[in-house]
């Protein structure tokens, strides 16, 4: 079974920034392609960022292109999500994801609450 574990939410004014992390529990963490997706009060579960396994293609939703940096370190077992000028659009519980990538598995952690305030 693989674990997920989030950290790094909490509450933050409307352009600041935050660092999330996603510390995996599988030494073969460079079998997963990793993904971080957000659920907002009332709406569906959202692809927001996706970096592969080597860490050489990464993916953005329009929405925090060029705000949002998704990163992984494999010697760690973790993937980061740099978020910068935040907005109060942003808000929402943030779940990362883990795709292995041949099976296609998906795991997930149990989400980090960040808030931004305007």
């Known amino acids: 079974q693989v674990q997920l574990v989030e950290s790094g939410g909490g509450l933050v004014q409307a352009g600041g920034s935050l660092r999330l992390s996603c510390a995996v529990s599988r030494r073969t963490f460079g079998n997963y392609d990793m993904s971080w997706f957000r659920q907002a009060p009332g709406k569906e579960r959202d692809l927001v960022a996706r970096i592969n396994w080597s860490g050489a293609s990464t993916t953005y939703a329009d929405s925090v292109k060029g705000r949002f940096t998704i990163s992984r370190d494999n010697a760690k077992n973790t993937v980061y999500l740099q978020m910068n000028s935040l907005k109060p659009e942003d808000t929402a519980v943030y779940f990362c994801?883990?795709?292995?990538?041949?099976?296609?598995?998906?795991?997930w952690g149990q989400g980090t609450q960040v808030t931004v305030s305007s």
């Open positions: 994801n883990a795709n292995h990538v041949f099976t296609h598995t998906d795991y």
